[in-house]
């Protein structure tokens, strides 16, 4: 990543396990402008590199603000950061990049997060504010305390704009949003954007099926787990036993080896929680995660997510 070296300014809690950072230039510089739904990969106190959601106004060209979930299941890479870093320290990040940018083909939108999914969904509220395309914002969650930025929704430029839904943790109390779904975007200038858990996402991208696909918009925090068009089936072979078992097309290493009962930590199946890092010995890897550092690539690759050609030698 292009990187550049940048001060945590503020740290503080957004909600219950969440924790909020400024980060700004330490000589005060400008940054590089970014556009709502951008991302920076961060290099993490514990060195693992993370990706997290700009979540500030994009007219805001002095800091950067990302809000980061402490995962206890993960690898220590969002620990880290929620444990150690302290206004005053530096980071290394790289430069926003937008996956999930606002369609300008769009006239309204239909904004819909899940949890620590309000990130870059907050920083569309605010750019469409100042755009003055109208939206309305859908935030689902537990419960208040474990609710990030949920005074700062509550002030005057987001009334009548933002819906905010605790379900307690009850799946019989979850919002129904297939009224908000049921007729389709695109023609009308509606585009949907979700972000948010896995289940959160599957749900809407389900109840969405009959809209167009270029009117709907997901951002799902780790790597695109689908097949690729380029895809080819490849084998592996277990270094232990000598086993050769072939990865086809549509199906991750991690499930291969799931499948033959050889058991391989698993957390995220995203590639970004690291969980899954396995030995490789030989062979040619095609490396899709968010979390191996360039010095871990010759010799690790994380099997939920990489694929490779011709034969990789697993230390399994
Ligand atoms: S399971 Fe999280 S990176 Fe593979």
Not at 45 to 56: T, V
Not at 122 to 130: I, R, T
Not at 231 to 243: L, T
Not at 273 to 289: N, Y
Request: aromatic share 6%; hydrophobic share 35%.
């Amino acid at each position: 990543m292009t990187q550049d070296t940048l001060q945590v300014t503020e740290a503080a809690p957004a909600a219950q396990g969440i924790q909020s950072f400024e980060l700004r230039h330490p000589q005060g510089l400008p940054l590089q402008p970014f556009s709502a739904g951008s991302h920076i990969r961060v290099k993490t106190p514990s060195g693992m590199l993370r990706q997290y959601s700009l979540c500030n106004d994009p007219a805001e060209t002095d800091r950067y603000r990302i809000a980061v979930k402490r995962e206890d299941s993960g690898r220590g890479g969002s620990a880290s950061m929620v444990d150690q870093l302290q206004p005053g320290d530096l980071l290394e990040v790289g430069l926003p990049e937008n996956q999930f940018a606002l369609d300008d083909r769009a006239s309204r939108f239909l904004l819909i997060a899940g949890g620590i999914g309000i990130t870059p969904m907050l920083s569309m509220a605010y750019q469409l504010n100042s755009e003055g395309r109208p939206y309305q914002l859908i935030y689902l969650s537990r419960d208040a305390q474990s609710t990030a930025f949920l005074e700062e929704l509550r002030g005057p430029e987001f009334a009548g704009k933002v819906k905010v839904h605790h379900d307690q943790g009850d799946p019989a109390r979850a919002l129904d949003l297939w009224p908000l779904l049921e007729k389709p975007g695109s023609t009308n200038g509606l585009h949907l954007y979700c972000c948010g858990p896995t289940g959160l996402m599957d749900a809407v991208r389900d109840m969405s099926g009959h809209w167009p696909a270029s009117a709907v918009h997901f951002e799902s925090f780790g790597v695109d787990t689908r097949a690729q068009s380029d895809d080819q089936p490849f084998e592996v072979c277990i270094k232990s036993s000598g086993q050769r078992l072939s990865v086809p097309v549509g199906s991750s290493i991690l499930q291969v080896l799931r499948d033959d009962g050889i058991a391989v930590p698993s957390s995220c199946e995203s590639g970004t929680c690291g969980s899954c890092k396995t030995g490789l010995l030989e062979g040619q890897p095609d490396h899709r995660d968010l979390v191996l550092m360039e010095d871990e690539k010759a010799s690790h690759i994380m099997v939920c997510v990489s694929r490779g050609q011709g034969s990789l030698l697993l230390d399994l």
